[in-house]
């Protein structure tokens, strides 16, 4: 009998159960894997609870998806210790947190050429809550004048926090006087002042895990349920792979492996606007659709990397992307092709295609097996339950099971028609 190696993936979960349970039943039905090797492998998951820990202590878990480290600050240490002490790999690494302020993204694409609308960081409209302050600020703290900044930035714009997210003091602004009402209000939050890409096409947003993409068009103005529309044919082919080269390169220059990318399309140009996300939401009421799609990737990334022992790195290592970036030879397109090489190589694209054709080939019968059955099913249902008010339940449930019936019957056409291929 060949050796089987057991791998365990720990959860790290906030008030989220749908998703989870939807993982945990598909990681159940996956059985053993065998790699190119002949080895056997069985994957387990765990939720994982919080506790004191000793920093010598030695995880169990091979790989760890979280999803509180960016507020709780106990399992982040957790995390880092894991990391740093014994190679547990992350989705995603705390050690990335830093860059995932809205800043370092927005000045990382702008380096790398991407159309990042014009943006200027204002300071603190209050003064900041420490005893240094006032001396600091009376020395070198230089006055401004906010309307001229404004001006040169042009209207209409977004006022927003430099490390933003659930649009928490997000303004559009078109005059003076919304400007200054904005940056009054803003308090204790550090702003950004933003162009606005008005009147866009498109709004895309990309949901990437590991090397796998999914671009999706967005409503940002309808309710949760409806943001993403399902839509196959929404950008011209060349602008959906510059939209997924950019979704990729963000992620691989930061190390990051669960993101979502937020891009305005007006004209045929491509406007990343918000990228940079320690926890995607990934929840069944809100991608519907697209669900089978988050479960199947983060089922086939997290098996790839815990079997295959993949290496974290931490670190950004921005050099081979600043050669590219330098490049005087190199035009946008150039540039664009270079970059999803180098995020090929990082996610080593080719052999992760090759580990789910090899070693994990009945995933997509599976997946479409369990979005067809009753325990998923039950899993919607409870999920609308606790999600929306009883006189909703009914409405929901024939929304989403509907886009999830659309979704079963799609699937069953691409996979008999790949059958045949
Ligand atoms: N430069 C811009 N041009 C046009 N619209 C913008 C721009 N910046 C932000 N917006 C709009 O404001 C919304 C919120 O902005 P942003 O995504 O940057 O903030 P956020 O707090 O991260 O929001 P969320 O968590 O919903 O993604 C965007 O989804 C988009 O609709
Ligand atoms: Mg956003």
């Known amino acids: 009998m060949a050796a089987q190696t057991d791998h365990l993936i720990g959860l790290l979960l906030g008030a989220e159960d749908d998703w989870p349970t939807a993982f945990e039943a598909l990681a159940r039905r996956l059985g053993v894997i065998r790699t190119p090797d002949g080895l056997d492998h069985r994957v387990s998951t765990e939720r994982m609870s919080i506790e004191p820990f000793n920093l010598r202590d030695r995880p169990r878990q091979d790989l760890v998806i979280d999803r509180l480290a960016h507020w709780y600050y106990h399992p982040r240490e957790w995390?880092?210790?894991?990391?740093?002490?014994?190679?547990?790999?992350?989705?995603?690494?705390?050690f990335t947190f830093q860059s995932m302020e809205k800043h370092s993204a927005y000045c990382a694409l702008m380096r790398l050429g991407m159309h990042v609308p014009d943006t200027v960081l204002v300071p603190y409209k209050n003064p900041v809550d420490n005893a240094r302050w006032a001396y600091t600020s009376s020395r070198y703290n230089r006055g401004f004048d906010l309307d001229a900044i404004a001006d040169q930035v042009g209207y209409p714009m977004f006022m927003k926090p430099f490390d933003g997210g659930a649009w928490r003091g997000v303004s559009m602004i078109k005059d003076r006087e919304a400007l200054h009402r904005a940056y009054d209000e803003s308090g204790e939050m550090l702003m950004h002042l933003q162009k606005a890409v008005d009147g866009f096409e498109v709004f895309a947003?990309?949901?990437?895990?590991?090397?796998?993409?999914?671009?999706m068009k967005f409503q940002p103005d309808e309710p949760m349920h409806n943001r993403y529309a399902v839509d196959h044919g929404f950008l011209a082919e060349e602008t959906g792979r510059e939209t997924i080269t950019i979704a990729q390169t963000v992620n691989a220059f930061f190390r990051w492996e669960f993101n979502s990318c937020e891009m305005l399309v007006k004209d045929g140009v491509v406007y990343p606007i918000d990228y940079a996300n320690a926890c995607p939401d990934v929840a069944v009421t809100s991608l519907h659709y697209y669900f089978p799609f988050a479960m199947k990737a983060l089922l086939r990334w997290s098996v790839f990397c815990a079997v295959t022992g993949r290496k974290a790195r931490t670190q950004v290592d921005t050099?081979?992307?600043?050669?590219?970036?330098?490049?005087?030879?190199?035009?946008?397109?150039?540039k664009l092709a270079a970059y999803q090489g180098l995020s090929d190589e990082y996610f080593d694209t080719d052999r992760y295609a090759e580990f789910c054709s090899t070693s994990l080939p009945h995933v997509d019968e599976?997946?479409?097996e369990w979005i067809g059955s009753d325990e998923f099913r039950t899993m919607l249902q409870t999920t609308i339950h606790q999600t929306y008010p009883p006189h909703e339940w009914e409405k929901f449930e024939g929304h989403f099971g509907g886009l999830l019936g659309m979704w079963l019957s799609d699937e069953q056409h691409r996979l008999s028609s790949s059958a045949h291929a």
């Open 205 to 215: 947003r990309a949901l990437t895990i590991g090397p796998e993409t999914m671009v």
């Open 366 to 368: 599976m997946v479409h």
């Open 79 to 94: 995390l880092k210790k894991a990391s740093l002490m014994d190679d547990v790999y992350l989705l995603n690494s705390p």
């Open 319 to 334: 050099g081979p992307w600043f050669d590219v970036a330098d490049d005087p030879e190199l035009d946008y397109q150039g």
